[in-house]
């Protein structure tokens, strides 16, 4: 498995912008797509993003469509969430996650599909 390591989150207000990172560390980084999750209080995990191996193509949530952008750089072993016009209901304890097979092409967007996860990184946003 990968090591996941978030970071970058803080209270934010309302409309203001976040870039989140994450840094792995372990098993070949270019070789696995990745993912960005999140989960607010009470509430159940929930996809928000997802990026292939090489990064040329990705996916989002209809809730962060066109606010939000994910990518990765292979050189560093990082992925990326570029949060834009950020709204209350985006505050939530952010996850990023490896997916558990090497070389898969589909998008996923199930957390059952991903074994590596970083330990989280809260984001707040309010006024």
């Known amino acids: 498995q990968v090591r996941l390591a978030e970071s970058g989150g803080r209270l934010v207000q309302i409309g203001g912008s976040l870039r989140l990172s994450c840094e792995a560390s372990?098993?070949?980084?270019?070789?696995?797509?990745m993912g960005w999750f999140r989960q607010a209080p009470g509430k159940e995990r929930e996809f928000v993003a997802w990026?292939?191996?090489?990064?040329?193509?990705?996916y989002y949530a209809d809730s962060v469509k066109g606010r939000f952008t994910i990518s990765r750089d292979n050189a560093k072993n990082a992925v990326y969430l570029q949060m834009n016009s950020l709204k209350p209901e985006d505050t939530a304890v952010y996850y990023c996650?490896?997916?558990?097979?090497?070389?898969?092409?589909?998008?996923?967007?199930?957390?059952?599909?991903?074994?590596?996860w970083g330990q989280g990184t809260q984001v707040t946003v309010s006024s």
């Open positions: 996650a490896a997916d558990r097979a090497f070389y898969r092409q589909v998008i996923i967007t199930a957390a059952y599909e991903y074994n590596s």
């Open positions: 372990g098993r070949a980084f270019s070789s696995y797509a």
């Open positions: 990026i292939n191996l090489s990064g040329t193509n990705t």
